[in-house]
């Protein structure tokens, strides 16, 4: 028997999350069992615990969109007992079950080796946030972003993605501009190594110029919405944003074809959920090695699996800084 966090639905439709007690003839049915050790709290997990659920395809259900541990059996023969993993995506924790759990039970094409370097619980510290981060990053690499081109904006920079991308880049010789809507973050984001703070007002104030003077040499747009469509009309000529998760709305408001055509900007579109294999291992071998550790400690706040009905709560408010770690044996 082992714990989880399972979420049912009653007949009046209304969600309900205990921990429960579980065996392993209750897990789905797929090639690899692992022994999970640590989970994260991101976004998709508070809609998936809270009352709404509608990402959750089948009751009961247990959360859990990312998860770290060791292979405990296995039917392929990439995969061994005793093997360190990482999974994110794949609608794990949405469709299947996934990290708040003692045990998981999934797909091999889902995994991937846990990098040299990285423990289970650095890697949740990392988590679906910081993994989606690092894609940001390689895909405004990938489009000529250097150190030197100037500063580098990162928008919702108090959150997961944004927390990650800014250590990351600032680790890299980037210049950081980290966009907040909390003054009390700010001491945070400058320890993360963001050399400036822009209040999120300045970006998110209507104005009707198709263009403004150019800014930023690169954007990790993680909200979306009427501040993307500001961002948009300040990056640099020929620089890029990466745009991911869309918290702030998927409408984007302005005359959004004067970036593109006079400027040549590029908005990049990023889905960490279905990657192909290389991809998420070249982008956990990235962050093994240009993640500084010490930084990412500061972003870590653990948390228990009888924590986690706040935790989805708090989350959707907005409540919560940084990467919330998940000890699921605690």
Request: hydrophobic fraction near 40%.
């Amino acid at each position: 028997m082992f714990n989880a966090l399972v979420v049912t639905k009653d007949d009046e439709g209304k969600t309900h999350a205990a921990v429960q007690q579980l065996s392993e003839a209750d897990l789905p049915q797929a090639e690899v069992t692992v022994a999970v050790e640590y989970s994260t709290v991101n976004y998709k997990d508070g809609l998936c615990i809270g009352p709404g659920g509608g990402l959750v395809r089948k009751y009961p259900h247990v959360p859990g969109i990312d998860f770290a541990g060791t292979v405990e059996s296995s039917d392929d023969p990439r995969y061994k007992p005793g093997d360190k993993v990482v999974l994110t995506g794949w609608r794990v924790g949405e469709a299947h079950w996934g990290g708040y759990s003692q045990k998981a039970r999934v797909l091999a094409d889902w995994l991937v080796p846990l990098p040299e370097g990285l423990s289970t619980r650095q890697a949740m510290a990392v988590g679906t946030a910081g993994f989606t981060a690092m894609l940001c990053v390689m895909a405004l690499e990938d489009h000529g972003l250097k150190p030197g081109h100037g500063p580098v904006l990162v928008t919702g920079a108090a959150g997961g993605v944004g927390s990650v991308a800014t250590a990351i880049l600032a680790n890299l010789g980037h210049e950081v501009a980290a966009v907040t809507g909390r003054p009390d973050t700010e001491g945070y984001l400058r320890s993360l190594g963001a050399t400036q703070i822009v209040p999120r007002e300045e970006l998110t104030e209507i104005t009707r110029k198709p263009l403004e003077s150019e800014t930023w040499s690169g954007c990790v747009d993680a909200v979306g919405g009427a501040m993307l469509g500001r961002v948009l009309k300040q990056m640099k000529y020929g620089c890029s944003v990466a745009a991911v998760g869309l918290a702030g709305g998927a409408a984007i408001e302005g005359a959004l074809i004067t970036p593109f055509i006079l400027r040549g900007v590029n908005l990049l579109g990023i889905d960490s959920v279905m990657r192909p294999y290389a991809d998420r291992v070249r982008a956990w071998e990235r962050i093994a090695k240009d993640l500084p550790m010490d930084k990412l400690e500061a972003m870590v706040h653990p948390a228990t699996l009888s924590d986690l009905p706040g935790l989805g709560r708090d989350i959707l408010k907005g409540q919560v800084k940084g990467r919330v770690v998940v000890d699921v044996n605690a």
